[in-house]
């Protein structure tokens, strides 16, 4: 028996709906170059489809605030989809119009939301209180996407999922060098403060003894940027620990950096005129679960079956600039 996982970031999948939650099934253009929202929405659908997954983690999921509901969107996207992950849950809704929801197969898995808090680690909605930038005196941080904290009761036995969108240490709009440098250490900062937050939830639920699974966009990844080398370690091996405590990815394992490195992000270059690759989204897991696990990357170009079914590939580079991954979890008595 095997519970199939998956977290894919689809990109500005909030502006594929009208106000209802239905799906804009014309030829309006996108917020994806080049594509209309059918081809986006024909797109998503064939990815999923093909993914055939318990459920998905969606990052970047439809907007939901008092004009607009990020469930109804989801459900009846699968509706019109034909997918079998029919129902939505959300946690804390934030103001980026990018939730974190889970999709999924009511007949496979019962998710409920269950948010912890700590005395240093608030809830994920709340403010935690830490020095950003050495100077003794502590900073307010908050996450503009909120991760999602669920307990979920599975076939294979319960687990505890945390969705994670972390904050991009990109400068966005700047083209002053010395100010896009100064943002960029801003920015990583902060990201790396969500990851230590992030990093403390884990160990509380370690704790508890939850099979866990935390997964989503990190922004980040082991050796992505120059400034790795002056915060010492990247978000990404914060939030993976170490010792016993350690969480597992194949994927994030810094050893591999140098060597052959998967990615799960494609982006274009506009000042090189260059498509770039990047490995920013992770599915890790605790000790428990790692012999159970099988990861995989659906990347249409790095994936040779993927790229040996021309429809499909060009479906991931159509539907978002991300691509999914994928875990496969295994009952405890089975093997992989």
Known sequence: MTLRLATWNVEWFDRLFDDNGDPILTGEWSARYNITKYEQLDA????????????????????????????????????????????????????????????????????????GEAADAPRFDRVLGIDLDTDLRAENLVWSKPPLELDVETEIGPLHLIGVHAKSKAAHGV??????????????????????????????RLAEGRSLVVAGDFNDGPGLDRFESL??????????????????????????????????????????????NALLDFAMVSAD??????????????????????????????ASDHFPVRLDLKAPDAQI
């Open 231 to 276: 915060f010492g370690r990247s978000g990404v091996e914060v939030v993976l620990g170490d010792g016993d405590g350690a969480l597992y990815d194949p994927h994030a394992n810094p050893a591999r950096i140098g060597a052959a490195i998967a990615a799960t992000a494609r982006f274009w270059n506009d000042e090189d005129k260059v498509y770039m």
């Open 175 to 204: 083209s002053d060098p010395q100010e896009a440098l100064r943002l960029s250490i801003l920015n990583r900062r902060k990201q790396l403060a969500q990851c230590i937050w992030l990093r403390r939830r884990v160990d509380a």
């Open 289 to 318: 679960l790692r012999p159970r696990g099988a990861w995989r990357i659906l990347h249409p170009l790095d994936d040779p079956k993927i790229a040996a079914n021309p429809a499909l590939a060009q479906a991931l580079l159509t």
């Open 44 to 115: 998503i659908a064939d990815v999923l489809r093909f993914l055939e997954a318990d459920a998905i983690i969606v990052i970047e999921a439809p907007d939901d605030s008092h004009r607009r509901s990020s469930r109804i969107a989801l459900e009846t996207f699968a509706d019109w989809a034909g997918l079998r992950t029919t129902r939505a849950i959300l946690g804390f809704p934030n103001d980026t119009r990018q939730e974190i929801a889970l999709l999924y197969d009511p007949d496979r898995l019962t998710p409920r939301h269950a948010p």
